[in-house]
């Protein structure tokens, strides 16, 4: 008798539970859990957006996706993108931070400064990047020809459209990184630097190599897997600059073309599970990589 008792408080307890994570667990499969499963079956057929038929064709767009040139060159210049982004958007926001944070009266000039472009439209942004990089009209060409060299065509060039994207790119992260590290540095006692300043460490370099980089471990960990994720999710430049021109192509934008200017449906679905795969298996990576070498 007291066993059934004992039990039954326990089984209301956990409806209880079930009952107010309920909302949460529903949301979470009508967000992500059912349209990955719906994602996942229309990869393996050959469904076009409206069609009425449709087919099993298996592994054939997963196939077809690494025998596709457009697809590799895409590939490729998302992996540029990011190898460009990913290093220059972590570590000048590192320095950037450093220096702000020492600031005193205009620190908080500085943050609304570099912030402004995250709070910015990207969309609208690009338009400005594309008068400001003009072959004739921009800004940047006129100070190019004023030092006396040949217009650059940023947006012209084959061989510049990503990197000159990427610098956009490292540009968009720059400030929400910054304010990101800037966090990680006032956690930071400043006991510590004292410490060290007594054993030793008389050099504003040295305090930073064996105190600061040490304890933003942490904060470098989450800002490195958010601007990966960031880097490899570039749609918004490619789509206002280029429109996704022969040189400029991106894993996303490709992705965008082929579901819905294509209406290959089942082909883009495909490509988005390699999409989610690449940056899943990315982050995963560098969280596991750098958790090693964090110090919480």
Do not use: C
Not at 11 to 39: E, H
Not at 82 to 97: K, N, Y
Not at 98 to 122: D, I, N, Q
């Amino acid at each position: 008798m007291t066993t059934a008792v004992m039990i039954r408080p326990r089984g209301r307890t956990a409806l209880k539970g079930l009952a107010f994570a309920a909302p949460a667990i529903l949301l979470l499969l009508a967000i992500y859990i059912v349209p990955m499963l719906v994602l996942a079956g229309f990869s393996v057929t050959d469904y076009q957006l409206g069609a009425l038929n449709w087919e099993f064709v298996g592994l054939k767009n997963f196939t077809d996706a690494f025998a596709d040139p457009v697809f590799l060159r895409a590939l490729a210049n998302t992996a540029l993108y990011a190898v460009i982004v990913i290093p220059s958007g972590v570590f000048l926001a590192l320095g950037v931070a450093l220096l702000v944070h020492g600031r005193k009266r205009s620190r908080a000039f500085w943050e609304t400064a570099y912030f402004l472009p995250v709070t910015a439209t990207l969309v609208a942004m690009a338009t400005v990047w594309q008068f400001l990089l003009h072959p004739s009209l921009g800004p940047v060409n006129a100070a190019i020809t004023w030092l006396g060299f040949e217009p650059v065509s940023f947006l012209g060039n084959p061989a510049l459209l990503i990197p000159t994207m990427a610098l956009i790119g490292v540009w968009q992260v720059l400030g929400f990184n910054m304010v990101l590290f800037l966090a990680g540095l006032t956690a930071i006692p400043q006991d510590l630097h004292e410490a060290a300043r007594m054993d030793g460490a008389k050099h504003p370099m040295d305090r930073f190599l064996t105190v600061t980089w040490p304890m933003l471990g942490p904060t470098t960990m989450f800002v490195v897997v958010t601007t990966s994720i960031s880097a490899f999710k570039v749609f918004e430049t490619v789509a206002v600059l280029t429109k996704g021109r022969s040189g400029s192509e991106t894993l996303l934008y490709s992705l965008y073309l082929e579901g819905f200017e294509y209406s290959n449906t089942g082909y883009a679905a495909a490509l988005t599970l390699i999409f989610l795969g690449i940056v899943l298996v990315l982050s995963i990576g560098q969280t596991l990589r750098m958790e090693r070498k964090v110090h919480y």
